[in-house]
């Protein structure tokens, strides 16, 4: 049984990014995207134009400072590799005592399809937060979304949602 990392939280985080379970590489060096190839972390530091972090405990400080939380919605599966189309026997986290305990999150983002899909089958959109999923991260490129830039474009959202403007 594969068993998904704590949540990277503060009081002071208003936003939410939700993965659907760490893949192999994340899980074996514990590391939210901890794969090189994943788009997530050169998307967040591009989106608010600063030079990427090799460290990772410097990246989880980046995205804080930013009032951005990590966490997955599977708590634990099985699954042979890495692709969420791979996943059994899931069990989600407890977002019902998150959000009790953090109760200055206001919006949820999905990151890729799975995240939502099991997030809506075992919770529901029961509340009044901001609920939104976009491209995944992943490096494997969907049928619609095939690049980082396209990734990136969608998930400029981040930016209005906290209220940040971009420099142009």
Known sequence: MLQSFPPVITKSCTLLVLGSMPGAVSLRKHEYYGNPRNHFWPIMYELFQEPIS?????RLAFLLDKRIALWDVIQNCEREGSLDSAIKQEKINDFDS?????PSIKAVLFNG???YQSYKKYRGFS??????TLPSTSPTPSRY????E????KWQIVLEILGEKKDE
Do not use: G, N, P, V
């Open 54 to 58: 090799e460290s990772y405990e410097q």
């Open 98 to 102: 998150l959000y009790e305990q953090y």
């Open 113 to 115: 399809t799975k995240a």
């Open 127 to 132: 509340d009044d937060r901001l609920y939104l």
């Open 145 to 148: 979304i095939k690049t980082m």
């Open 150 to 153: 396209d990734k990136l474009e």
